[in-house]
């Protein structure tokens, strides 16, 4: 190898150290796209019918039984003050684990699964909207389009006890 190649693959193996990637789940709510860290995420399962729970708050859709575990559904567009919308073929529950307790999350659509460099994760902005705001972790500009980066495990607190 020649000097060049050899400082060049060096710097290489620099960057690589000094990046550190995070697996994120990728999707939409409305025209906005957000992610959740993919080591937080059990499964992605395609929408089925979910059972009311009476006297539940409003963003809470209701309860569905997963291989004989009963999940907790929330509207994920209800907990960002998003108008609500029909759901779709493209709509999906992504079941989080927190605290030892399975939570779905109802969204538009499932995008991906990107890799975000950790270093490129910016602080939130103040939007306004302090119910989702408990929820927003911070921002990543790809390509010119901003993703949100959410975190459910502080849904809990606003859950009947």
């Known amino acids: 190898m020649t000097n060049a190649l050899v400082a060049e693959h060096k710097h290489a193996d620099a960057e690589d ?48 039984n997963l291989r004989g575990n009963v999940v907790t559904v929330i509207n994920g567009r209800g907990v960002f003050g998003l108008p609500n919308h029909a759901v779709s073929e493209q709509s999906r529950i992504i079941v989080v684990e927190i605290e030892d307790f399975a939570l779905g999350i109802v969204v538009d659509k499932v995008s991906a699964i990107v890799d975000l460099n950790a270093q490129e994760i910016e602080i939130p902005p103040a939007t306004g909207n302090e119910a989702g705001a408990r929820f927003i972790q911070g921002v990543y500009n790809e390509d010119d389009e901003l993703m949100i980066l959410v975190d459910f495990s502080r849904v809990t607190e606003l859950l009947p006890r």
């Open 17 to 64: 150290v000094s990046v550190h990637l995070i697996k994120h789940v990728s999707f939409t709510l409305g025209n906005e796209t957000y992610a959740i860290n993919a080591a937080r995420v059990n499964e992605v399962l395609r929408y089925t019918e979910v059972t009311p729970v009476p006297g539940a708050p409003a963003f809470i859709l209701g309860i569905i």
